[in-house]
């Protein structure tokens, strides 16, 4: 008779039963990281990495906020309004790619301090807007920025965490969720005493409209702070898998030996402790380009290179690199999870964008009132996170976590539109911070697991080009909402619920072990026979 006893993935007291397991496909990289830990070097990482997810949710919050005051700044037509909030998705989807990519080829720490550098300085700019297209214009290069920071700080996060703390990973989207709860205080203290009384798109001194520039100025200078904190009070070491990856193990040696040494526990390391190739690699489609830089997948062509030389080959190298992820081994995971991160965001945004205008169906509330309703659910949202964090770690998993959320959020969509119709403002309330906190506890899964599934050669663009879609279907969402609503005022509601359906199933099609970090965990479900 025997027993079978599983395993958990965070369990540590058998991690020796695992380092000399040949089903372990761990490299020596990854058990040299395990053997470092979770220390004060990882949890201020957490923290630094915290601030860009912030920002980013911080931002379009923001953006929402600033939209009928900006409508009456410039008198824009409804039918042009939402041209503002495209412009920023647009630039935030080539930020995700351009910044994404960039940490592949580049470093994790170059984007890393970067995106929200330039994120403060054309917030910072946008304050100072002259009309309806500089604003356009300036929240379009402030999206580029900002929509870097989360694939480029989860990348960089996951890769310094050890194997049994890489749920904390999740732990981020409590940040992104602080952000939008930032946004709406700030507007409560500096919007309403500065703004014109009535939402009307006429008859508004812009002299005594000014509180929408006094946010975008407050929070430029709050995401300024952000970027100084983590360069002068925290040293950055460079991810010790990128510089393995980049053909340059002897600078991993040392950044991993001064993580180690910042964290208390100083380790001695040699060549064979920072091996990273037990994994067959994937096939490169860009291997002449890496041949000519000595092997070194990551490295940047330099030397004698002519500008439009330099040009193309990094256009080459780019294309090169999202093949990668669309080779065979990849392409049926990719485009799941692209599918996934398009739809979600689609039909989130759709809801959100649209949520003030419904809350404020009466026509009675004041700006006051109507960003009290705001700060509430965006409060509604904030334990997603730290619900999704601990869902993962349940027996459901990231996949049922994740798709169970997801369609949780779609459930309260409907409960959202039974209440409207029904006239209870209670439920209206209530089903909002629903699908508040359903939809955070989904994005804070999504987040969390999506840079596991990916290879580290690939995961900055796999990452990258996810981000990217989800501002796709933030740039139609908006537009194709506003049609809807000329139907119906509950049209926009009802189909964020189907969109939901359709990304739950994407979810529902991966598989919970998918790829490189879900094989890791796979290997840790050991199961002890007794006899």
Not at 302 to 327: D, T
Not at 433 to 456: D, H, K, N, Q, R
Not at 495 to 500: I, P
Request: proline share 4%; glycine share 10%.
């Amino acid at each position: 008779m025997s027993a079978y006893f599983p395993v958990p993935d965070a369990d540590e007291d058998i991690e020796h039963l695992l380092e000399d397991a040949d089903e372990d496909p761990r490299t020596q990289l990854d058990k040299t990281i395990d053997r470092i830990g979770m220390g004060s070097y990882q949890w201020t990482l957490l923290c630094l990495c915290g601030f860009g997810w912030m920002a980013d949710n911080m931002w379009l919050q923001a953006v929402a906020i600033v939209l009928p005051r900006v409508q009456q700044h410039y008198s824009v037509p409804d039918n042009y309004i939402g041209i503002v909030s495209s412009t920023m998705f647009a630039g935030m989807m080539l930020g995700a790619v351009g910044w994404g990519t960039c940490s592949d080829l580049i470093g994790r720490s170059t984007a890393f301090n970067a995106t929200l550098f330039f994120t403060a300085l054309f917030g910072i700019l946008a304050s100072f807007s002259w009309s309806y297209p500089s604003l356009c214009v300036l929240l379009f290069f402030l999206g580029t920025a900002v929509g870097g920071s989360m694939p480029t700080d989860g990348t960089l996060l996951l890769e310094h965490m050890p194997h049994n703390k890489l749920h904390l990973v999740t732990g981020l989207s409590l940040f992104f969720s602080v952000g939008s709860v930032l946004a709406a205080l700030f507007a409560l203290v500096l919007v309403p005493r500065n703004s014109c009384v009535t939402i009307a798109t006429t008859a508004c001194d812009p002299a005594l409209n000014n509180g929408w520039k006094h946010l975008l100025a407050a929070l430029g200078i709050l995401t300024l702070t952000m970027f100084v904190a983590r360069i002068v009070f925290f040293r950055l070491y460079e991810s010790p898998r990128f510089l393995v990856h980049a053909g340059r193990p002897a600078e991993a040696i040392e950044a991993l030996q001064l993580i180690a040494l910042f964290n208390g526990a100083p380790v001695e390391l040699v060549l064979a402790d920072v091996d990273d190739t037990a994994k067959l690699p994937l096939p490169d489609p860009d291997a002449d380009a890496d041949v000519e830089n000595g092997g070194a997948g990551y490295q940047v062509i330099g030397g004698g290179h002519g500008k439009e030389e330099y040009v193309r080959h990094w256009a080459h190298r780019w294309f090169g690199r999202v093949r990668m992820v669309l080779v065979p081994e990849w392409r049926r995971t990719s485009l799941l999870v692209w599918g996934a991160w398009c739809g979600m965001a689609l039909a989130y945004t759709m809801f959100n964008v649209f949520l003030p205008k419904l809350l404020e169906s009466s026509g009675t509330k004041s700006i006051e009132e109507g960003l009290w309703d705001v700060l509430v659910y965006t409060l509604g949202g904030c334990p997603g996170a730290l619900v999704g964090a601990k869902l993962i770690l349940t027996p459901l998993g990231r996949r049922w976590s994740l798709a169970g959320s997801t369609l949780i959020t779609a459930a309260f969509c409907i409960m959202f539109v039974f209440a409207q119709s029904a006239e209870l403002a209670w439920a209206v309330r209530l089903s909002a911070i629903g699908v508040g906190l359903a939809s955070t506890t989904m994005w804070a899964v999504l987040y969390g697991w999506t840079p596991e599934i990916f290879g580290t050669k690939v995961r900055g663009t796999a990452c990258g080009i996810a981000s990217a879609l989800s501002r796709i279907g933030g740039m139609i969402a908006p537009i194709l909402g506003g049609v809807l609503l000329l139907f119906s005022r509950a049209a926009p509601v009802y189909t964020s619920m189907v969109t939901f359906v359709f990304a739950a199933g994407c979810v529902l099609l991966l598989s919970e072990d998918a790829g490189e970090g879900g094989r890791s965990r796979a290997a840790r479900r050991v199961k002890v026979v007794v006899h």
